[in-house]
């Protein structure tokens, strides 16, 4: 939904009513996840996707349906479904839908805020209008509940999504004692890259950061390196050391932290703060032999193997190319798969080191 907000707006600013649909549920080899948020005009306008193309047309058709009677529903399309072949569902999977008349002010309100947060909403029985449903829930990063008593029970699962990153489903006793099921829409916090070292990869690598969703932040201790002409994308450039760097952006949860002006003075200094924080990756350019000496370095300042299993060097995903935007590319690969827990590999580590038992991150 985050990202749909532009579009929101501007459809807003033009007077248009819009409504939305969600995916609520994913089954088989469905091409978008849960969460996923397709807006939809009265008049047939649309912004963002449910399936990537498959089922577009008949959803717009359904919010714009919803608009017009003031009244959402739940709808499946699936292969099982004989409907999905007129709609042109015949990639072997089944979604669920939610669909809207008007986008929800707690959803509005999380998506437009910075902290993550998990709304939950109770879903309606399928095919039924959305007063079989509708009660939301909100759970903030912090674990704070807000909502009915009953659904206190959804707390913990709304804290493991948000963890995660994923929107789902899940169930919980209703007041009558029977089964409700409540849709947990994630709006996780937004992730912070911080670079530090102004040089050629970093230059290439902000862009395709920023399409990702991260704010951007380089920093470097001399100033004809970070510059707006070489940096135009990048939310913030800092002229500043690692202290001083980390004290202005913070080092939280979400902060992912590259390494890579290559000048021991910088770089460790600035891995030595990072691996003291709770930054869910460091990434630090330099060989493997270069990677062995800092690694030894840091045990002799106190670092443990544990502490330097977080730190990812040589840096990036091993893709096999070595040009600017191709190790750019590698490293954002490498930072989507520790944000997400995919299974893709990292490079080996230095050959001789024994101080961690297997690669060079977790």
Known sequence: MR????????LTAAGHSVGRAVVVSVWGSAPR????CLLATADGRLAGSVSGGCVESAVTEEVAAAIRAGTGKLISYGVTDERAWEVGLACGGTIQVLVEPSIPAEVLAAAREAAGSVVGTVLPAAGAGSTAGGTRVAVSETGEYRGPAWLAAVRDPAVEALRRETSTTASVRGPDGGEVRIFLEVF???PTLVIFGGVHIAVALIPLAKRL????????GRQSFVTRERFPEADTLLVAWPEEAFRQVGLGPATYV??????PKFDEPALELALRSPA?????IGSKKTQLARRERLL???FSATDLKRLYGPIGLDLGGRGPAETALAILAEMTMVRYGGGGRPQAPAQGYTG????VGP
């Open 213 to 220: 969703g991260y704010r951007t932040v380089v920093a470097d």
């Open 258 to 263: 590259c390494v890579l002006s290559h000048d």
């Open 3 to 10: 990202e749909l907000l532009p579009d929101l707006d501007t």
């Open 300 to 302: 002799a300042q106190g």
């Open 280 to 284: 869910p990756y460091i990434g630090a």
């Open 356 to 359: 961690l038992s297997s690669a």
């Open 188 to 190: 996780p916090r937004r």
């Open 33 to 36: 996840p849960a969460g996923a």
